[in-house]
């Protein structure tokens, strides 16, 4: 399993606060996705980067933000916006980002208090 | 807009027998088709993929089949394990960066 990682494992929000999950991979991919999985649900893109300094919305991008400041780095911002944060939030990484394997991390589960 | 529909979203066979989950895609542009284990509580894990000029894939006991025409695929588990019970996710790449999930698969195999 190693090449991705993300922290927290578990993250407790309060009501309007910020909170940043943490992505990081070491494979020198290029692309970087965020994914939201709730249960019974498939995966659905939050946001997606193919290089440093770009990156586009996803399906379900309203009350998040990211950046991509650096190769390896991809932060997540869960804003006091997104009404219902619960969730478990997958990371993923590929070499291009055009049809081919998307390496996963090993997720951050998101609980509101 | 795109879409994958997953079949069946429950599926819980004795061990040793087979199991086939079938998904279709929207998308007729779509062209590589993988498909991702998860276990519960870990992160998905690619277990075979095919792309859109080969119709069938095999790799030990798992195999997928592509019917371009009829825009479905389908993967197949044959002796099937109690270690193989997980959640199987279909997606099609559609263009872009763009890769859509179906909902997923509970297989449980019954020891």
């Known amino acids: 399993d190693g090449g991705i990682t993300q922290s927290p494992k578990y993250l407790f929000r309060k009501e309007g606060q910020n909170v940043t999950l943490s992505c990081e991979q070491n494979l020198n991919h290029d692309a970087m996705y965020w994914y939201r999985q709730d249960p019974g649900q498939g995966l659905r893109l939050i946001y997606y980067s193919q290089i440093v300094n770009d990156f586009q919305k996803g399906d379900i991008a309203e009350g998040y933000s990211v950046s991509r400041e650096k190769k390896e780095s991809f932060p997540l911002t869960v804003t006091s916006a997104q009404k219902n944060p619960t969730a478990f939030y997958l990371c993923?990484?590929?070499?291009?980002?055009?049809?081919?394997?998307?390496?996963f991390g090993p997720g951050t589960r998101l609980l509101v208090l | 807009g795109e879409n994958v529909e997953q079949h069946p979203s429950t599926l819980s066979v004795q061990e040793g027998d087979s199991a086939v989950i079938k998904c279709t895609y929207s998308d007729s542009a779509s062209n590589y088709f993988p498909w991702y284990k998860q276990e519960l509580g870990k992160r998905p894990q690619l277990i075979i993929d095919?792309?859109?000029?080969?119709g069938e894939k095999k790799d030990q006991r798992i195999a997928v089949t592509l019917n371009k025409t009829a825009k479905h695929f389908s993967l197949h588990i044959t002796e099937t394990q109690p270690e193989d019970s997980a959640v199987y996710f279909c997606a099609a790449y559609t263009g872009g960066f763009k890769t859509i999930f179906g909902a997923g698969t509970r297989l449980f195999v019954k020891a």
């Open positions: 993923a990484s590929s070499k291009t980002g055009y049809g081919e394997t998307q390496y």
């Open positions: 095919i792309r859109s000029n080969v």
